[in-house]
């Protein structure tokens, strides 16, 4: 059975600092997704990844997968305060008939 | 487009009624799904449609029901609400005829049972 973990589960960083929030899987799974949720808002897609090795960077924010480790990371790089938010990964699970399995979420507090 | 839609935003209920939540989306997209989302869980998939006539049970089905009688709506039905169904209902969508591609969600609707 497909389990996600994101660690930490909390953040809080100062702006300009760079960080990473990791995301394990514990099975197969050959595709990775982020996504971002504002405080009382809907959930964004930020990321797909699809492969071994997939690197994906939009604005200060690079996401990775490394398919061997069953290992995806967020880096944040120079955060500033637009960022905060909760952070979210899912990987697809092929046993369960490929429904997406979630991470707890990752709260992001990014501070002036 | 509007997107995925949902309706009502906030909703209360007593032990033992039954709503619909409804879920619209204009994006012609054939696979539909059901979350809700518990403080610290992530969300969890209670149903999912990858077409017109075809639902499947996710993850938490008990207690709901679905139908997909349009490639545009699918409404969420709670049978006899319970205080452990109170939870934010997400629907969302994507193309495809599995959940493999990125998924729209819609706003949400904040479901609280007394």
């Known amino acids: 059975e497909l389990k996600v973990e994101q660690n930490p589960l909390f953040l809080s960083m100062q702006e300009g600092k760079n960080y990473t929030i990791y995301c394990n899987y514990s099975?197969?799974?050959?595709?990775l997704y982020w996504y971002r949720q504002d405080p009382g808002k809907s959930l964004e897609s930020l990321f797909v990844?699809?492969?071994n090795g997939a690197v994906k960077q939009e604005g200060r924010l690079m996401a990775s997968l490394d398919t061997k480790a069953r290992l995806s990371t967020l880096h944040i790089t120079a955060a500033v305060h637009d960022l905060s938010a909760t952070y979210f990964c899912?990987?697809?699970?092929?046993?369960?008939?490929?429904?997406?399995?979630w991470g707890a979420g990752t709260k992001l507090i990014i501070k002036p | 487009n509007a997107g995925v839609t949902q309706t009502p935003k906030f909703q209360v209920l007593k032990t033992g009624q039954s709503m619909t939540l409804q879920c619209a989306q204009d994006?012609?997209?054939?696979?539909m799904s059901w979350y809700r989302q518990d403080p610290g869980m992530g969300l969890r998939l209670i149903h999912y449609?990858?077409?017109?006539?075809?639902?499947d049970q996710g993850e938490v089905p008990n207690g709901y029901n679905v139908s997909r009688s349009t490639t545009e709506d699918f409404p969420l039905r709670l049978l006899s609400a319970a205080p452990s169904q109170t939870s934010v209902y997400f629907c969302?969508?994507?193309?495809?005829?599995?959940?493999?591609?990125?998924?729209?969600f819609g706003p949400g609707t904040r479901l609280t049972v007394l």
């Open positions: 969302a969508s994507s193309r495809g005829v599995q959940g493999v591609n990125e998924q729209f």
């Open positions: 994006m012609n997209h054939e696979y």
């Open positions: 449609s990858v077409g017109a006539g075809i639902t």
């Open positions: 099975t197969t799974s050959d595709r």
């Open positions: 990844l699809l492969s």
């Open positions: 899912a990987a697809l699970s092929r046993d369960s008939n490929y429904q997406l399995i």
